[in-house]
Structure formats: C-alpha cells, structure tokens
C-alpha cells in the first residue's frame, strides 16, 4: 500500500507562486511514475504534470504553458509541483498520484495511488 500526502496549497495572489509537495510512503517510491491532477470548480479531475521514475521525462498539461515544474527526490520519497505566475483559474484541488508503470503518463486510470488533495486557490 502506498499513501501520499500533499502538502503546500493555500492562498496566492495572481501572478505568485506557490509549491506543493506530495510525501509518500512505501519502499518502491523510485520505481513509480508520479503525476499532479487538479480538479476545478465544475470541471472533472484534470491532467497537470507527471515525471517518470529517473525524472527525465516530464510532460505538462497544455494549460501550464511553461509555468508549472515538476521534480522529484527519490531520496525523500517526494514529488514536488512548483507553480509560478499563477492565475484565477489554477484554483482547485491538486491530487498527487502514483502509477507503478515506471513511465510517465497523462491518463488517469493509470494511477493506482491518490493523495487527499490541497487546496489552492489564486485570487485576481
């Protein structure tokens, strides 16, 4: 079993930053491609970022257009997800997500680990 915790949401203005990390447990964290979703007010859960085991292959929703970076220690079992110049329209919950295929992936249904969530909302 794996459980993942995220930490760093909050309040931001429009135009700041914010980072959210997702802590995990489980000895096979560094085998596990990891992904950010968000889920906006009317909207259905959203692909962000994922990372692959080695981080060398990351990809990005299209909305994140150069803003967002997602990173990863193996060490610490942590993923992180640094959001700049965000927007009124980032707001929402992020979900962290571990998929035990070692290559990033974009689909939800190929996460098998989910986070509770944070909460950030950006504000105009």
């Known amino acids: 079993q794996v459980h993942l915790v995220e930490s760093g949401g909050g309040l931001a203005q429009a135009g700041g930053s914010l980072r959210l990390s997702c802590a995990t447990s489980?000895?096979?964290?560094?085998?596990?491609?990891m992904g950010w979703f968000r889920q906006t007010p009317g909207q259905g859960r959203e692909f962000v970022a994922t990372?692959?085991?080695?981080?060398?292959?990351?990809y990005y929703g299209d909305f994140v257009k150069g803003r967002f970076i997602i990173s990863r220690d193996n060490a610490e079992k942590t993923v992180y997800l640094q959001m700049n110049n965000l927007k009124p329209e980032d707001t929402g919950v992020y979900y962290c997500?571990?998929?035990?295929?070692?290559?990033?992936?974009?689909?939800?249904?190929?996460?098998?680990?989910w986070g509770q969530g944070a909460q950030v909302t950006v504000s105009s």
């Open positions: 997500a571990a998929s035990t295929d070692a290559v990033a992936t974009m689909r939800l249904r190929d996460y098998e680990y």
């Open positions: 990372i692959n085991w080695s981080a060398d292959n990351k």
């Open positions: 489980g000895r096979s964290f560094s085998s596990y491609a």
